[in-house]
């Protein structure tokens, strides 16, 4: 057997983000995983081709909370989650994300690969019926032990919900049963939960050793979900429905076998999901396991969390709409949570765009462009194949470990030395023909160069430099990012 999890770039790559709970239209915190993953695929397939890259993103539409959503406004809950996922996938859109697929839930595809999954559990005596007795929090639409919970008995992700007291009979997945065939899937593999400091947690969590838990709920509770086969009083529980969404498309398309490289990205409330029940029901079915499981922090907006009670959540497209979808990309890219949560703002936003946007890379790209207009010099384009190599080099190498920012700082440090170039040259005053045309030659290509580094990231902006550079007679055009 192959060594899953390597970067072999001869491999296929299936990259895919949380799916989100269709109660309410994303905002900036679920946008920035997207983006993330996104630049993620872009690269990938720069790297691989498109053919070995297939990314997949989506809502997630059954159970209690999205069923009370669609209740609190008085609309059928089929119609409701119709219309946020339609929300949400604009919300990508605007944001130019190069999903593959969007899945939901509800598709009839899923829907059946989903009970399929169950029912083979089923037959294997995995899934099994019982009775279940404890808390379970419909925010996480989790169940919950008690030391889960905070001193007051409240989520300490939903504070403002009740938790519910259940008594209930279920169908039972046999999730103990994994417990040593997990730990060492955490131990021996170093790449399978990053970033690394995350791993600790799971392995303690393992510690205190797994217990089974309910894979379905009963269907006069929870009326909105996918019939558990054979048994039609139950509906599949929201989780053990919506992991499988990564298995519906990747199958489909050959992209869930031992041959493909597999990266799950999630927030880091949701790991345990990802890092333990997950690979426990692929082990359960015998199935190919993902490679790696990478956890982001929260965005908080002006030091609070963002959500409809605090009354500050803002959408993409709110931002999108004042400074363009480069800007925002770029903004969370550079500043997004690694690991711990990080505070966003709209001056920030504001400091930033100004300093690296319109300053760093608007104004090195109008300055080159503006000299080699008044030079009347023609520039050989470049040809496709010089790029064939850029994504190997040393600038790329955080992107193999996901890591958006550093290469994003690699990319600005080059254009600051394109900078230092421009100003230590001076090529408004050179009278040399020659010497001008070996320093514009220079700093063209080197803003050539620089406009396919930012492909992943920024593809608006990469596209309009390229358009603007890729031809022998340069000429200046409007700013790039407008300052603001
Ligand atoms: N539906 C589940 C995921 C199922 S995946 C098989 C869910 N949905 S969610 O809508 O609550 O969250 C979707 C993703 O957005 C999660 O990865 C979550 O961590 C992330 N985020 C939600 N709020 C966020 C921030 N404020 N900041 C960063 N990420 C955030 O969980």
Same mark, same amino acid.
């Given at each position: 057997m192959r060594n899953k999890g390597t970067n072999n770039i001869n491999e296929k790559i299936f990259i895919t983000t949380a799916i989100d709970y269709a109660n309410d239209i994303i905002h900036v915190g679920h946008a920035y995983e997207k983006i993330l993953a996104d630049v993620i695929a872009r690269y990938q397939r720069a790297l691989r081709g498109e053919e070995n890259v297939l990314f997949l993103t989506g809502t997630d539409e059954h159970g209690t909370t999205n069923y009370q959503a669609a209740t609190k406004k008085g609309v059928s809950v089929e119609e409701y989650t119709s219309k946020i996922s339609k929300a949400d996938q604009e919300q990508l859109d605007i944001l130019n994300i190069s999903y593959d697929r969007f899945i939901r839930t509800t598709d009839k595809d899923h829907e059946e690969i989903a009970a399929e999954f169950f029912a083979k559990a089923l037959k294997t005596g995995d899934v099994y019926k019982g009775t279940y007795e404890g808390c379970y929090c419909e925010g996480c639409e989790a169940y919950k032990t008690l030391s889960e919970l905070t001193e007051d008995g409240k989520c300490p992700n939903h504070p403002t919900r009740e938790i519910q007291q259940i008594k209930e009979e279920n169908y039972f997945f046999k999730?103990?049963?994994?417990t040593n065939q997990l730990k060492k899937l955490i131990q021996d593999? #170093?790449?399978?939960?990053?970033?690394?400091?995350k791993r600790n947690e799971m392995l303690s969590f393992l510690e205190q050793g797994l217990e089974d838990i309910p894979v379905s709920r009963p269907k006069h509770k929870v009326p909105w979900g996918i019939s558990v086969p054979e048994d039609d009083n139950q509906v599949i529980y929201v989780w053990y429905d919506a992991l499988v969404n990564y298995y519906t498309f990747g199958t489909q398309k050959g992209f869930? #076998? #031992?041959q493909t490289k597999i990266v799950h990205f999630v927030g880091k409330d949701i790991l345990r999901f990802h890092a333990l029940l997950w690979p426990a029901m692929l082990m359960s079915l015998d199935l190919p396991l993902p490679d790696t499981i990478y956890t982001h922090g929260f965005i908080n907006l002006e030091g609070q969390k963002i959500s409809k009670s605090v009354g500050n959540v803002i959408r993409p497209d709110e931002l999108v709409n004042k400074y363009g979808e480069d800007a925002v990309r770029y903004y969370l890219l550079k500043h997004g949570p690694i690991t711990e949560d990080v505070d966003i703002s709209l001056n920030h936003l504001e400091e930033i765009y100004n300093a690296d946007?319109?300053?760093g890379l608007g104004n090195t790209v109008a300055r080159i462009a503006k000299l080699a207009e008044n030079s009347k010099l023609e520039f050989e384009p470049p040809k496709p194949a010089e790029f064939k190599h850029i994504w190997e080099e040393e600038w790329a190498k955080p992107l193999t470990k996901y890591r958006a920012d550093k290469a994003l700082q690699n990319i600005w440090n080059e254009i600051s030395t394109l900078e230092k170039h421009i100003n230590e040259n001076a090529p408004w005053a050179e009278k040399d023909t020659k010497r001008l045309e070996e320093i514009l030659n220079f700093e063209v290509n080197a803003i050539r160069r620089i406009s396919k580094l930012i492909e992943p990231f920024i593809p608006l902006s990469s596209r309009k430099i390229q358009e603007q550079f890729f031809k022998k007679n340069i000429k200046a055009t409007k700013p790039l990012f407008p300052r603001v």
């Open positions: 999730w103990s049963k994994y593999k #170093e790449d399978f939960i990053l970033p690394k400091a869930w #076998e #031992e946007l319109a300053n």
